[in-house]
């Protein structure tokens, strides 16, 4: 989210796209996707934050109050054929959406060099797949189609798949700029390049085995979601699988956010977990928020340290958001594989509910607090030499707040 302390300068390499409730264009996305609901569903049929419902799959009561009280899209039901398509997935191999008629197709649309909302959208189908079961998983697949005008090809979405460890487990489509286009205008998906940034429909369907959409919502830019999300999705496909396939699913819970004034979360290193952190208390703390899939993270995390032993008056902590994790494990295994890297004090924020509370909404994502957790400062990079300067001014201002 951009705000008075937001810093974009840093020497990180690609794109990162952007759903953020701040974001100029977030307006014009909505009206795409809102004015496609409107004619494929009718009035009434839109369960935004779980205001009503419709369709045969219904939102328990009270799932519908956690959904009202969550930044998670209810979603709307759609009944209109699927548009068809044929592209190319990360294995080089031609993918139309007719090849998997009489399975369960849960469609979204992900650019492939995002650190933002992308991951997000990941996790989440590939959560209801795990909440749904393996019998379940015989009768779904899950899609994927690059939303990216400037990295189409193959090795992009290759990439992309290997490095969230989905190779196997979707199937990540792409193709020349006009044949994505022709895809994006039937599906109703807004993408454009704005400033170097990649700005798009964060859109999730659901097609029936039939052949026609089922659903249709929004992935919401807040990490303590992806959980919840993927609950919701799982709901929607359990609808159209076969009786045999379908199991009971858990209840929603989603816990309040944190304070970063009081906020304590396990510790982990190369061996595993052994203690916890506190953010606050300990004085002047710059929390950078990371994954295992980060871009050049070991190279980031090196310069990371050597900053933070020149700056030995701020405490350093880097954070693992483990909502956008392929495993709970992914970042002790990348520490593991890496032993040369300088000591650092890692954490583990497992549902995402830390970096909400602070804001957070890309990987890497960098925030300043003062000791007694007060935001100072953030960038949605790594910080660079002239952030440092920066700090000692706003600490020396913040004075010991």
């Not at 369960?47 to 109050?65: C, D, E, K, N, S």
């Not at 830019?221 to 999300?229: D, P």
């Not at 980031?300 to 405490?315: E, P, Y």
């Not at 958001?321 to 954490?347: H, K, W």
Request: with cysteine; hydrophobic share 45%.
């Amino acid at each position: 989210m951009r705000g008075q302390f937001d810093e974009f300068a840093g020497s990180e390499k690609g794109s990162r796209c952007f759903e953020t409730r701040a974001f100029p264009v977030r307006a014009r996305r909505r009206v795409l996707l809102v004015a496609l609901l409107a004619l494929a569903v009718g009035a009434g049929a839109y369960l935004r934050l779980g205001r009503g419902g419709a369709g045969p799959v219904r939102t328990p009561a009270t799932a519908a109050a956690i959904l009202a009280n969550t930044p998670v899209d209810a979603g709307a039901y759609l009944s209109r054929p699927a548009p068809a398509f044929r592209l190319i997935d990360q294995f080089g191999q031609t993918v139309t959406l007719a090849q998997f008629r009489g399975r369960a197709v849960v469609l979204a649309f992900i650019d492939d060099q995002c650190t933002t909302i992308c991951p997000l959208t990941m996790e989440s189908m590939v959560g209801a797949e795990r909440l749904l079961g393996a019998a379940a998983a015989r009768h779904m697949v899950l899609l994927a189609v690059n939303v990216n005008p400037t990295a189409t090809s193959v090795a992009d979405v290759r990439q992309y798949s290997a490095a969230h460890g989905l190779m196997n487990r979707w199937l990540f489509l792409t193709g020349s700029p006009a044949t994505l286009a022709r895809v994006w205008k039937q599906y109703g998906i807004y993408t454009a390049v704005i400033h170097g940034v990649v700005d798009h429909t964060p859109a999730l369907y659901v097609i029936a085995p039939n052949g026609r959409e089922r659903w249709v919502a929004e992935t919401a830019m807040e990490y303590r979601a992806v959980n919840t999300e993927a609950l919701v999705l799982a709901r929607v496909v359990q609808g159209v699988l076969p009786h045999a396939a379908v199991k009971r699913l858990p209840r929603l819970t989603v816990p309040p956010p944190p304070s970063p004034k009081t906020a304590s979360i396990p510790a982990i290193t190369a061996s595993g977990r052994h203690g916890t952190v506190a953010l606050a208390g300990h004085g002047p703390t710059l929390v950078v928020f990371a994954a295992s899939w980060a871009p050049e993270l070991a190279a980031n995390w090196r310069t990371l340290a050597a900053q933070a032993r020149a700056h030995a008056n701020i405490r350093v902590v880097v954070v693992d958001i483990g909502t956008v994790e392929p495993s709970s494990t992914a970042f002790e295994r990348f520490m593991a594989a890496n032993p040369s890297l300088p000591p650092m004090t890692v954490a583990y924020d497992a549902t995402g509910q830390l970096a909400d509370a602070l804001g957070a909404q890309n990987i890497p994502e960098s925030v300043l607090l003062t000791g007694g957790g007060r935001v100072l400062w953030r960038s949605q990079s790594w910080p660079i030499t002239s952030s440092w300067a920066r700090f000692g001014q706003l600490l020396a201002k913040a004075g010991k707040g």
